[in-house]
């Protein structure tokens, strides 16, 4: 069983910063990516950052050069530095392990954690 962790959440005034943490927990043998996606109220789910397996990151425009995402040597923990928030990035970011094989004969499945709201007023 694979689990997803996340933590460091919470209430930020605009233009302060945050960094969430993920991390994946279990029996991994291989995981293609990991990201962080973000749902506010009555809209979808959106991508905001993705780091996969060879390094080579994506982010939404919206967060391009505010957010930062980086992961461990292990790369089993992603991490999302946030700076400059705006009140439109309030919302519950979830963060997602793609493509994650737990045996090397059995396909990779996806994984998300259950979500950290961010709250960003004044």
């Known amino acids: 069983q694979v689990e997803l962790e996340e933590s460091g959440g919470g209430l930020v005034q605009p233009g302060g910063s945050l960094r969430l943490s993920c991390a994946a927990s279990g029996s991994i043998y291989s995981l293609y990516a990991m990201g962080w996606y973000r749902q506010a109220p009555g809209k979808q789910r959106e991508l905001v950052a993705r780091?996969?397996?060879?390094?080579?990151?994506n982010y939404a425009d919206s967060v391009k050069g505010r957010f930062t995402i980086s992961r461990t040597n292990a790369k089993t923990t992603v991490y999302l530095q946030m700076n400059s928030l705006k009140p439109e990035d309030t919302a519950v970011y979830y963060c997602?392990?793609?493509?994650?094989?737990?045996?090397?004969?059995?396909?990779?499945?996806?994984?998300w954690g259950k979500g950290i709201l961010v709250n960003v007023s004044s």
């Open positions: 780091i996969i397996k060879g390094g080579n990151t």
């Open positions: 997602k392990a793609d493509q994650v094989v737990v045996h090397p004969l059995v396909d990779g499945i996806d994984y």
